[in-house]
């Protein structure tokens, strides 16, 4: 059972450069999500789609674009990475809008991107 | 909005020791789903417990409990006679239904635990 899957799980990037994180998830789940972690912060949410072919920004969405490609998969690109954009990003998935949904997200293990 | 708030930072204590780690929510929805997750140094999230807003009764796992009082908008977590495998950043999480099918999750800072041999 893979769960959620992210792609890569390490990255250095120079500022100015572009780049994509990758999310599947197999769990036919709705809803994803896109987070950051950084030291003493806790996980902020960057962006979210709720279901296929919606998105909409959460607490931290400047300087990231996202797609929800297919029920599956949802990417989180940054055009011109910049030192503040290093930090540790996490994608989740949750069920949606189903009967006894409670809210549970689940996680990826996480990508470390480090922007020189 | 909703506002989950870990005044701990970092704890330490000996092996064997029982330690409580705090969490205080806001919101205000009527509604909601309180969470702990465990983040071992590996780096990943691990799902602890998950409570709805109209269950208050507490709960024990094992060596872990949790206690939620909604008087005083509290979920706080407990382990008893602690291990050095229970090191690990703690988050405390709030969800809330944000429309559309989706919920949102707001994490408290979280708390740094280090059990010393």
């Known amino acids: 059972n893979a769960g959620v899957t992210q792609t890569p799980k390490f990255q250095v990037l120079k500022t100015g450069q572009s780049m994509t994180l990758q999310c599947a998830q197999d769990m036919n789940h709705n809803s994803m999500y896109w987070y950051r972690q950084d030291p003493g912060m806790g996980l902020r949410l960057i962006y979210y789609?709720?279901?296929?072919?919606?998105?909409d920004k959460g607490e931290v969405p400047n300087g990231y674009n996202v797609s929800r490609l297919n029920k599956r998969e949802f990417s989180l690109r940054l055009e011109s990475a910049a030192p503040s954009q290093t930090s540790v990003y996490f994608c989740a998935s949750s069920p949606g809008l189903v009967p006894r949904n409670t809210g549970e997200l689940f996680f990826g293990e996480g990508s470390r991107l480090t922007v020189l | 909005a909703q506002k989950v708030t870990q005044a701990q930072t970092e704890i330490s204590v000996v092996e064997k020791e029982d330690v409580t780690l705090d969490c205080v929510y806001e919101?205000?929805?009527?509604?909601?789903?309180l969470f702990w997750y465990k983040q071992p140094p590996s780096g990943e999230l691990v799902f602890l417990i998950r409570?709805?807003?109209?269950?208050?009764q507490n709960e024990i796992s094992g060596r872990y409990s949790w206690n939620f009082q909604k008087s005083t908008s509290s979920f706080n977590f407990t382990i008893t006679a602690s291990q050095v495998v229970d090191s690990a950043v703690y988050f405390c999480?709030?969800?809330?239904?944000?429309?559309?099918?989706?919920?949102?999750?707001?994490f408290g800072k979280g708390t740094k635990l280090s059990v010393i041999p």
């Open positions: 409570r709805n807003s109209f269950d208050e």
């Open positions: 789609s709720a279901s296929e072919g919606t998105t």
């Open positions: 919101t205000r929805d009527t509604t909601y789903y």
């Open positions: 999480a709030l969800s809330v239904y944000s429309g559309a099918g989706s919920y949102q999750l707001t």
